[in-house]
């Protein structure tokens, strides 16, 4: 996923993680506790790729941020 300095893309990839969670979360319900941990293995690995692009992201606003002042 590269969405350098997309807000929107950020925000799109928590909800993502966030739906994996809640939807493996109903199938926990249904078929055991295996698809709660494959949602939240996938909802790690969603994260694990975008923290880095968020820090960059708030760098990066927060240098251009200093260089208005």
């Known amino acids: 996923m590269v969405f350098r300095g997309k807000k929107w893309a950020y925000q799109i990839t928590i909800a993502l993680a ?3 969670v809640l939807w493996s979360g109903q199938l926990a319900l249904v078929r055991g506790p295996a698809s709660l941990v494959a949602g939240g293995v996938y909802a790690a690995v ?3 790729l975008l923290l880095p692009r968020t820090r960059d992201y ?3 606003k927060r240098w251009k941020h200093l ?3």
């Open 18 to 20: 966030l739906a994996a």
């Open 58 to 60: 708030l760098e990066a």
């Open 67 to 69: 260089d208005a002042d």
């Open 46 to 48: 969603l994260l694990l």
